[in-house]
């Protein structure tokens, strides 16, 4: 668990989390699932062993046990990338990782991909031209638009909507009452 952020009890109580969620990982996840030989019947540990998830995570073993402990130790994004990969975490999982890492998060992964929607929503969305129009999901990502859409408000496809609000200098000109709407848009 990286150093900075917190007060000790903060850090001690998120260091516990961080066991927890990595049992729990871990135990889901069978050796055949991951490569490796199943270990027989002898096998009294469920899932991947701390010492298997090193391995195929590509660091020491003393280390993902210190980590897995929530061990007070530096930890980059790249090494919670493995493990996350490893443990086969969902993109809200791996961001949860992170968190108790004490580590900025990743940006959300829209779990929709660009052709999720059908040709029907996307005829839908078309027919209300000349009006924008763009569906999001639950992370504000736009999984479709319109060609006003795009023109009016400067949207692509898979571009996060409140990334935008805050950070495009474009986008906060564009909004009439910008500041007025920020604590809507944090609260939702």
């Known amino acids: 668990m990286a150093s900075a952020g917190g007060s000790p009890p903060e850090r001690l109580r998120r260091g516990q989390e961080l066991r927890t969620f990595l049992r729990s990982r871990r135990a889901r996840i069978s050796p055949a699932e991951s490569g ?11 899932g991947l062993r701390r010492e298997e998830v090193a391995v195929l995570a ?20 790249q090494v ?7 443990l086969r975490m969902s993109p809200a999982e791996r961001r949860h990782l992170y968190v108790l890492a004490g580590l900025n998060p990743p940006l959300p992964e829209s779990e929709y991909d660009p052709d999720y929607l059908c040709a029907g ?34 949207m692509d496809a898979q571009e996060n909507c409140i990334i935008n609000f805050f950070c495009d200098e474009r986008y906060r000109a564009r909004a009439v009452s910008w500041e007025q709407n920020a604590p809507g848009v944090v609260a939702e």
Do not use: C, K
């Open 80 to 86: 919670l990338d493995a493990v996350a990969r490893v």
């Open 58 to 77: 590509g660091v020491g073993a003393s280390w993902y046990q210190w980590l897995e402990q929530g061990r007070d130790i530096t930890v980059s994004p």
């Open 36 to 46: 490796l030989p199943d270990g027989g019947a002898r096998r009294r540990t469920p």
């Open 121 to 154: 929503m996307q005829r839908l969305m078309d027919s209300w031209m000349p009006y924008p129009a763009h569906i999001m999901d639950p992370y504000f990502s736009a999984v479709g638009l319109n060609a006003s859409a795009q023109l009016v408000m400067g």
